[in-house]
């Protein structure tokens, strides 16, 4: 596998996007949310990324195991959303507007990850 190799990846292209989001949309929030929330939040958007390109360079069956890994913190991170904009603390526009990127990249995660699952059980000969 090549060293850009996961940076070519769209599902890892789009998650890094999504992470600059989640820490551009976090530095609003009140000062007491910094070791909550805005902890929380920016944890699970960088981690979507590193799970991808972590899973990606080790390859087989790690990279489905990192995919699925990657599909959990997305997961944390649409809860971290809904409950900012049930807060208050994200307008509606702003949390829609994440919540459709997530819902897309988790789109691609899944589908990456039947992918290789299906190559692991499948290999070819």
Do not use: C
């Amino acid at each position: 596998m090549s060293e850009r190799g996961h940076r070519n990846l769209r599902v890892w292209q789009q998650a890094m996007d999504l992470a600059g989001v989640a820490y551009r949309s976090t530095a609003t929030f009140p000062r007491e949310e910094l070791f909550g929330l805005v902890s929380q939040m920016r944890r699970a958007a960088v981690s979507i990324p590193s799970n991808v390109a972590e899973g990606y360079g080790r390859g087989g069956k790690d990279y489905a195991r990192f995919v699925s890994i990657a599909y959990g913190s997305l997961l944390e991170l649409e809860t971290q959303v809904e409950l900012s904009r049930n807060l208050v603390l994200l307008e509606q526009a702003q949390a829609a507007d994440l919540l459709r990127t997530t819902s897309e990249i988790g789109r691609m995660l899944n589908a990456r990850r039947a992918s290789l699952t299906t190559r692991t059980l499948n290999p070819d000969p």
